[in-house]
């Protein structure tokens, strides 16, 4: 039976309000925000120094877009590279953990408290391990952020399935690595994915943090701290902004990865409703 192009229409409009009304808020409230700060900041004539104008930042922007730019692709290969090492050793650990369930608790208790701790400042020790310049210092601070909350999210995903999963498998003669493979890893993928949504945060905060302590001089950190020290706090703002949305734009290709690899989940279907 063919369908009429109105009928063809419908969800299309359906799926159009749907994202109007999920970005709209969005929108409305970062306007909201800045307008009020660009009030604030000009009525009580608040000093550079404390705050600039949201106008100062984006006129400090569009003049060192190419310089703010290039600092930021430095960046964001150390974080890549971080986010990537953390999460393969996380997720290697964690597929250790799963076959021994005994251990994994005092193992995951351990992992929670050393999580506790300023892991910012192993920046200068790695600076000394691996060279001020060498963009493994800056990574290796981000995976160690990103590892621990990889580890403790995987191994809960790998080890809560279900009992009545885990019988029919162990009826079939599925072997361990069969078990892995087909039962624990896809019921690891929610907690997996909500430890990368934050990890992706984290080594983009650890790495910024990490070139304050000193880096290659195009680095976006390095960029930051050099503005506020001259001082030209528009443009320590200008390069904080673009920081900023380099942890959403991680954030959104995270969610978007999640979406793609397990568009089966209820979760995803949920945020949709």
């Not at 162990?170 to 690595?177: E, G, H």
């Amino acid at each position: 039976m063919s369908t009429t192009p109105l009928a063809r229409s419908v969800p299309s409009a359906a799926a159009l309000r749907t994202a109007v009304g999920r970005f709209l808020p969005v929108v409305l409230t970062a306007v909201v925000i800045l307008g009020s700060w660009q009030l604030v900041v000009t009525i009580f004539d608040v000093p550079s120094f404390i705050v600039p104008a949201p106008v100062e930042i984006s006129a400090a922007f569009r003049s060192e877009f190419g310089t703010i730019m290039s600092a930021s692709v430095v960046t964001v290969r150390a974080v890549l590279l971080g986010l990537f090492l953390g999460a393969v050793a996380g997720v290697t650990v964690a597929l250790a953990l799963s076959r021994f369930p005994g251990v994994s608790g005092p193992v995951l208790t351990a992992a929670v408290i050393i999580n506790c701790a300023p892991i910012v400042a192993l920046a200068p020790i790695f600076n000394n391990w691996f060279g001020v310049t060498n963009p493994m210092s800056k990574a290796g601070v981000a995976a160690v952020m990103v590892f621990f909350p990889v580890l403790v999210n995987t191994t809960r995903g790998l080890l809560q399935v279900s009992p009545l999963h885990l019988e029919i498998m162990q009826s079939l003669a599925a072997q361990p690595r069969q078990v892995a493979l087909m039962l624990r890893l896809p019921n690891a993928l929610p907690y997996l994915f909500n430890a990368l949504k934050l990890g992706s945060t984290l080594a983009v905060i650890g790495v910024i943090v990490t070139e304050y302590f000193g880096g290659p001089s195009n680095a976006l950190g390095v960029y930051i701290a050099y503005q506020a020290a001259l001082p030209r706090f528009e443009f320590a703002w200008a390069g904080i902004a673009v920081a900023s949305a380099l942890g959403l734009l991680l954030f959104g290709a995270t969610s978007l990865l999640e979406r793609l690899l397990m568009p089966w989940h209820e979760s995803l279907h949920d945020s949709d409703s």
